[in-house]
């Protein structure tokens, strides 16, 4: 098992940068694809990207060129880094977690989850 704990959200400006980070607890953080999510108010959850654990990134339409996902399997953290974000990029992120290869961008195929960060960018 692994447990998640995102950080870093926040309210900025359109065109501002910020980058969140999920921490896992437990072993084999290395053996796990991670996730970023976001829901935003009355949507459903919706996939933003992914890394698996070769290091190959995967990426919805919406944020391809702007955002990036990287990870640390030494420091056991996963990071979403959000540049030129756009008032349609508010919402509550989620980090998620699947051990094993990348399988896809249904939330149904992550089995672990963080609680969530907000991110709020104004117009």
């Known amino acids: 098992q692994v447990q998640l704990v995102e950080s870093g959200g926040g309210s900025v400006q359109a065109g501002d940068s910020l980058r969140l980070a999920c921490t896992a607890s437990?072993?084999?953080?290395?053996?796990?694809?991670m996730a970023w999510f976001r829901q935003a108010p009355g949507k459903e959850r919706e996939f933003v990207g992914a890394?698996?654990?070769?290091?190959?990134?995967y990426y919805a339409d919406t944020v391809k060129g702007r955002h990036s996902i990287s990870r640390d399997n030494v420091k056991k953290a996963a990071y979403l880094q959000m540049n030129s974000l756009i008032f349609e990029d508010t919402a509550v992120y989620y980090c998620?977690?699947?051990?094993?290869?990348?399988?896809?961008?249904?939330?149904?195929?992550?089995?672990?989850w963080g609680q969530g960060t907000q991110v709020t960018v104004s117009s």
């Open positions: 890394i698996a654990r070769d290091g190959a990134t």
């Open positions: 998620g977690a699947n051990f094993g290869v990348y399988r896809g961008s249904s939330p149904v195929l992550y089995d672990y």
């Open positions: 437990g072993n084999t953080f290395s053996g796990y694809t």
